[in-house]
């Protein structure tokens, strides 16, 4: 069955850097993959969707890869901040989305 | 995105009893999910709808059942509640987002089962 792995579940990093979060997957890739945000006690929040035909795609200061040879994505997040603190989820498109156990991401002032 | 609810929000209930979770959306939306959510396993797929009458199982569907009589109404209802149902559900619809698509989930349901 596909397994999708997010290689930290917790990230630490100072106001100001940029955060990466992994994402690698076993088995087939998707067509698609995508990134979602969760703060504590709410759904998942649609952020980026790139394609396999798509190396990087960018929104503000979000960026994500997708190397479907290493299957694996990327996302970065630039010039981060405390608000950015929060769990993100990747998600991979087999007919239906399955996700990752997400990344708990904390930036400190 | 579309606006999606999801009721109740909390439930506490006894173990055999039967629960029946509500999802309702405002828009036409032809794909609806549950998922449940625990710590240690993430987002999981439990039923999905495509379309009135039509769903289908996902990864975790043991002990649920699903119903869609309506376009906006996605139900979900454990038979005979067990404790290992307790956890927090979300509905999710998917919907374009742009130049893309993606999913919007409601806000959850906590359910506990004792």
């Known amino acids: 069955s596909q397994k999708i792995e997010q290689n930290s579940e917790a990230l630490n990093i100072q106001e100001g850097k940029t955060a990466t979060l992994t994402c690698n997957y076993t088995n087939y890739s998707p067509a698609y993959l995508q990134w979602y945000r969760q703060d504590p006690g709410r759904g998942p929040v649609f952020l980026l969707l790139?394609?396999?035909?798509?190396k990087e795609k960018r929104k503000e200061r979000l960026k994500v890869t997708f190397d479907t040879t290493l299957k694996q994505s990327l996302f970065h997040i630039t010039a981060s901040q405390p608000a950015d603190s929060a769990t993100y989820l990747c998600a991979l498109d087999i007919l239906n989305l399955i996700f990752g156990k997400g990344t708990k991401l904390s930036v400190k002032p | 995105d579309a606006g999606i609810t999801q009721s109740p929000r909390h439930k506490v209930t006894e173990t055999g009893t039967p629960v029946t979770l509500r999802c309702h959306q405002t828009?036409?939306?032809?794909?609806m999910y549950w998922y449940r959510q625990d710590p240690g396993h993430g987002l999981r797929l439990i039923h999905y709808s495509y379309g009135v009458k039509d769903t289908d199982k996902g990864e975790v569907s043991d002990g649920y059942s699903v119903s869609r009589s309506k376009t906006e109404d996605f139900l979900l209802t454990l038979e005979s509640a067990t404790s290992s149902q307790t956890s927090v559900y979300f509905c999710a619809i998917s919907e374009s987002k742009g130049e893309d698509y993606g999913y919007t989930f409601g806000s959850g349901t906590r359910l506990t089962v004792v």
């Open positions: 790139i394609r396999e035909n798509e």
């Open positions: 828009e036409n939306h032809r794909y």
